[in-house]
Nanobody, 119 residues
Framework: QVQLVESGGGLVQPGGSLRLSCAASGNFFSRYVMGWYRQAPGKQRELVATISSSGNTKYADSVKGRFIISRDNSKNTVSLQMNSLKPEDTAVYYC?????????????WGQGTQVTVSS
């Protein structure tokens, strides 16, 4: 189990940038697949991006080319650089840690950080 704390959300104008960070405490951080999810009002939580323990990344089509996920296993952190932000990126962003142990998946979540894109 890991404890996750997000930071870096806020209000930004369309076309602007924000960088979200997630600090993890606990053991074996490097073994987790780390991810960012978001949930807009009235919508289901959706995947934004993931990064594997070896650094392989995946992105939702809606953010490809605009967002970059990265991790620093020496500091137990994962970040999401968000560029060219759009109003539809407005949501609460959640950090996720996922690990599979003996064929069972386990997930830990942060408390979320609000991102608002508006002029």
């Amino acid at each position: 189990q890991v404890q996750l704390v997000e930071s870096g959300g806020g209000l930004v104008q369309p076309g602007g940038s924000l960088r979200l960070s997630c600090a993890a405490s606990g053991n074996f951080f490097s073994r987790y697949v780390m991810g960012w999810y978001r949930q807009a009002p009235g919508k289901q939580r959706e995947l934004v991006a993931t990064i594997s323990s070896s650094g392989n990344t995946k992105y939702a089509d809606s953010v490809k080319g605009r967002f970059i996920i990265s991790r620093d296993n020496s500091k137990n952190t994962v970040s999401l650089q968000m560029n060219s932000l759009k109003p539809e990126d407005t949501a609460v962003y959640y950090c996720n840690a996922h690990i599979v142990i003996i064929s069972t998946g386990y997930d830990d979540w942060g408390q979320g950080t609000q991102v608002t894109v508006s002029s």
